[in-house]
């Protein structure tokens, strides 16, 4: 399968902890997005990347959130001192270019205890 | 700043019946606007897509027309299957600008 990959697919994880997730876009796609979706809601951007540069973070993405691409390629979302608010299903996304289509991944359940 | 409402579900259906779904937009300018779809246990998935007024865009029997004066784009499907059940959510995108805005999906299940 060359879509979207994220891992883990579920987190549980206690209330101070800091969790990290990955995620792996389609091989060839320069651009890669974040999003966050709580339950009953639509997915809300939180950032994206051309290649390794970060080029845009919405206000939802506080200070204690931080995504990198190192390489370009695989990307890390990381959260410290986790809160219960930060439960979540966390969504990756790849594109070639703007414009395009985006490409999502199954995305990674947080559950802050 | 830009938001997409979208009829609140579940929605339940008869295999066979017609189906529609409501969706309205605000934002400025001419947006792109989209349809995904949400199977259970599956990432989102592009549905249907149209990027600019009049237009209709259209996929798997689904079809959506991109209405300016009424800032709306309805899903419409003319006999569902139970294999459409799932969740459907409305958005938008501005050209440039590559975040979607998503509404907050309507669950969809169809009854054999």
């Known amino acids: 399968d060359t879509g979207v990959s994220q891992d883990p697919r579920h987190k549980i994880t206690k209330r101070g902890q800091n969790v990290t997730f990955r995620c792996d876009p389609i091989s060839e796609h320069n651009r890669l997005y974040w999003y966050r979706q709580t339950l009953g809601q639509g997915p809300e951007f939180l950032t994206y990347?051309?290649?390794?540069?970060?080029?845009?973070k919405s206000r939802l993405l506080s200070d204690r959130f931080s995504a990198e691409r190192p390489k370009g390629s695989f990307s890390t979302l990381e959260i410290q001192r986790t809160e219960q608010g930060d439960s979540a299903m966390y969504l990756c996304?790849?594109?070639?270019?703007?414009?395009?289509?985006?490409?999502f991944g199954p995305g990674t359940r947080l559950t802050v205890l | 700043g830009d938001s997409v409402t979208q009829m609140e579900g579940p929605v339940t259906l008869s295999e066979e019946a017609f189906l529609t779904i409501n969706c309205t937009y605000t934002?400025?300018?001419?947006?792109?606007l989209f349809w995904y779809v949400q199977y259970p246990g599956e990432g989102l998935q592009l549905l249907l897509k149209?990027?600019?007024?009049?237009d209709k865009g259209s996929n798997k029997g689904f079809e959506a027309t991109y209405r300016k004066e009424t800032t709306s784009f309805h899903l419409e499907k003319g006999s569902v299957q139970v294999s459409d059940s799932a969740v459907y959510f409305c958005a938008l995108s501005h050209r440039g600008d590559d975040k979607i805005i998503f509404g907050k999906g309507t669950r969809l299940h169809i009854l054999p």
């Open positions: 149209a990027t600019k007024a009049d």
């Open positions: 990347f051309q290649n390794e540069a970060q080029l845009e």
């Open positions: 996304a790849s594109s070639l270019g703007g414009d395009n289509e985006q490409f």
């Open positions: 934002a400025t300018g001419y947006p792109s």
